[in-house]
């Protein structure tokens, strides 16, 4: 699920993808920022990336 949004897709977008509601996705979304203390999409993203960018160091 986190792939999705930090590659920028919309709720639409994803739901598409995964046959779900758009209501599912925002969801699931507020609870990956919930959970990471990401303030927006856009922080959430910016973290994944850093965490992924340290973990191949």
Not at 27 to 34: D, G, I, M, N
Not at 36 to 41: H, I, K, L
């Amino acid at each position: 699920m986190l792939n999705r949004p930090v590659k920028g897709l919309s709720n639409n977008a994803i739901a598409a993808e995964l046959g779900t509601s758009p209501y599912t996705v925002a969801v699931h979304v507020q609870a990956l920022l919930r959970i990471s203390g990401a303030t927006s999409r856009t922080d959430l993203a910016l973290r994944e990336l850093r965490r992924r960018l340290t973990a191949h160091s």
